[in-house]
């Protein structure tokens, strides 16, 4: 991959200079847009590997942009807000961001959140030129034509609806789906108290992929929001 290209969109100079900074220390490229109109320009023209977003625009809400952009294009969305709301976040997650970082950030943590989403970049085209019928990622494997999962070189059997959401996290590995996202893919309507029996299910599919399901390995959870499938190399 050449140098990684970023849109920060940031209507507040400070945070945009100081983004700016962290990524000319990575050697990353980048513009910045300060409306949500330019930034959905630059998203067309520049064609950036991530976009940095920022919720409250003076012309549009974050929201609105990631749902225009999800319209046609795949790249990651890392939003970077203010709002910490648990509320805020499931809504950006669920219009289609990847990630969501909280204002005050740590520039290591920003870093560390580009760098997952880059990796995913670079997975999706790897994917895209190679037959997409087994997943694997660090010692866990899944054989989407035989249906079959392994762990360290080892079957093991899940039931439909754990298969199910294994190959549901796996597609998105790198990505926080929420709770709302898996319901509906995995039960089709979702309720408010389908969260439980979603928690259920999790913790079951963890005691067999995780070594330990205290300290998981692949499975993370975002406490109030949802789950990520964590990338191994
Ligand atoms: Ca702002």
Same mark, same amino acid.
Request: negative net charge.
């Given at each position: 991959?050449?140098?990684?290209?970023?849109?920060?969109?940031?209507?507040?100079?400070?945070?945009?200079?100081?983004?700016?900074?962290?990524?000319?220390?990575?050697?990353?490229?980048?513009?910045?847009?300060?409306?949500?109109?330019?930034? !959905?320009?630059?998203?067309?023209?520049?064609?950036?590997? $991530? &976009?940095? /977003? @920022?919720? +409250?625009?003076? *012309?549009?809400?974050?929201?609105?942009?990631?749902?225009?952009?999800?319209?046609?294009?795949?790249?990651?969305?890392?939003? !970077?807000?203010?709002?910490?709301?648990?509320?805020?976040? $499931? &809504?950006? /997650? @669920?219009? +289609?961001?990847? *990630?969501?970082?909280?204002?005050?950030?740590?520039?290591?943590?920003?870093?560390?959140?580009?760098?997952?989403?880059?990796?995913?970049?670079?997975?999706?085209?790897?994917?895209?030129?190679?037959?997409?019928?087994?997943?694997?990622?660090?010692?866990?494997?899944?054989?989407?034509?035989?249906?079959?999962?392994?762990?360290?070189?080892?079957?093991?059997?899940?039931?439909?609806?754990?298969?199910?959401?294994?190959?549901?996290?796996?597609?998105?590995?790198?990505?926080?789906?929420?709770?709302?996202?898996?319901?509906?893919?995995?039960?089709?309507?979702?309720?408010?108290?389908?969260?439980?029996?979603?928690?259920?299910?999790?913790?079951?599919?963890?005691?067999?992929?995780?070594?330990?399901?205290?300290?998981?390995?692949?499975?993370?959870?975002?406490?109030?929001?949802?789950?990520?499938?964590?990338?191994?190399?």
């Amino acid at each position: 991959m050449n140098k990684p290209q970023i849109l920060i969109v940031e209507d507040d100079n400070a945070v945009a200079s100081l983004i700016a900074t962290t990524l000319e220390t990575q050697d990353y490229q980048y513009k910045c847009a300060k409306t949500g109109a330019s930034a !959905v320009m630059e998203a067309l023209t520049y064609k950036p590997d $991530v &976009m940095l /977003l @920022d919720l +409250g625009l003076p *012309d549009m809400d974050g929201v609105e942009i990631i749902s225009k952009i999800r319209a046609w294009s795949n790249m990651p969305i890392i939003v !970077v807000s203010a709002r910490s709301e648990d509320s805020d976040k $499931v &809504m950006a /997650l @669920d219009a +289609g961001a990847d *990630d969501y970082l909280t204002k005050p950030f740590s520039v290591d943590e920003l870093l560390a959140r580009l760098r997952v989403a880059l990796r995913r970049v670079r997975y999706d085209s790897q994917r895209l030129s190679e037959e997409a019928s087994v997943y694997e990622n660090g010692g866990l494997k899944i054989d989407y034509a035989a249906g079959c999962v392994f762990l360290d070189g080892e079957e093991i059997h899940l039931t439909p609806i754990e298969y199910k959401l294994a190959c549901l996290l796996a597609k998105n590995t790198g990505k926080v789906l929420t709770h709302n996202y898996i319901l509906k893919e995995v039960w089709g309507s979702p309720t408010a108290s389908d969260v439980q029996s979603l928690r259920v299910y999790m913790a079951m599919l963890r005691k067999k992929l995780e070594k330990d399901p205290a300290n998981p390995q692949y499975i993370q959870t975002h406490i109030g929001i949802g789950y990520r499938m964590l990338r191994h190399q």
